[in-house]
């Protein structure tokens, strides 16, 4: 039995295998790479390497084993249909017997188009009959902080947000969600909507970049216009 992490040297990935090293033995975690070189690391640890890839099904054949606990990291190639890149991989771990697939969802309550592949995804994992946990992860904290560049030049943080609040957490604390769902028991056909303890507005971000940079950094609240309204550019 292994525990299968897709996407592994992915930015969520590497943390998700990093505190599985710290769980299990190495032996008993296999990550699932498009690059095998990327995850050299990985291999002088002892983890296993299975090269594989979302828009290749053949490719995932002998990838999982009965008994095994799979994490199905959500693909980024939104250009390519990310439902049907997922689906070879629920197809694969049904065909396999897996004890239980795991798959990095979006919140429930998400409306957006983002959400529209997540859900149609969720929807393949309940009708394919695999055991299943949907990892409902909310917003990362480092959607923000690795593109602090304009707000740091411009001193100003703009976004169409309003008062509007959210609970973001950090790729780590995501992925020590999933960690516990791989390494833990009564976690089978559940649903988790995960996200940071305390919500915090761009107002209170703008302040703590200030803090933390000694800038003044403002709050630009914009508003978006609506579809009637005409282009600067018609």
């Known amino acids: 039995m292994s525990i299968v992490v897709t996407g592994a040297t992915g930015h969520l990935g590497r943390h998700v295998v990093e505190q599985l090293l710290e769980k299990v033995p190495a032996e008993q975690i296999t990550a699932v790479v498009r690059t ?34 799979v994490l199905l990291i959500s693909g980024n190639e939104f250009d390519k249909g990310r439902p049907a890149q997922h689906q070879v991989v629920i197809d694969a771990a049904k065909a396999a017997n897996v004890a239980l697939l795991a798959y990095t969802s979006a919140p429930g309550s998400l409306t957006a188009a983002l959400a529209d592949d997540h859900r149609a995804t969720e929807e393949a994992l309940l009708a394919s009959g695999v055991t299943y946990s949907l990892l409902r992860n909310g917003w990362y904290n480092e959607n923000y902080t690795e593109n602090l560049a304009p707000a740091l030049e411009h001193g100003a943080v703009v976004q169409a947000a309003g008062e509007g609040r959210l609970s973001s957490a950090s790729r780590a604390d995501y992925a020590a969600a999933a960690v516990a769902v791989l390494t833990g028991e009564g976690h089978e056909n559940t649903t988790y909507e995960l996200g940071g303890d305390e919500p915090w507005g761009f107002a209170e971000y703008a302040a703590e970049l200030s803090r933390q940079t000694g800038k003044e950094i403002a709050y630009n609240a914009v508003t978006t216009p609506s579809p009637s309204t005409p282009s600067s550019r018609s």
């Open 36 to 69: 095998p070189e990327k995850a050299a690391d990985f291999a002088a640890k002892g983890v296993t390497i299975a090269v594989a890839d979302y828009n290749s099904p053949e490719t995932f054949d002998k990838v999982f084993a009965a008994g095994d606990k």
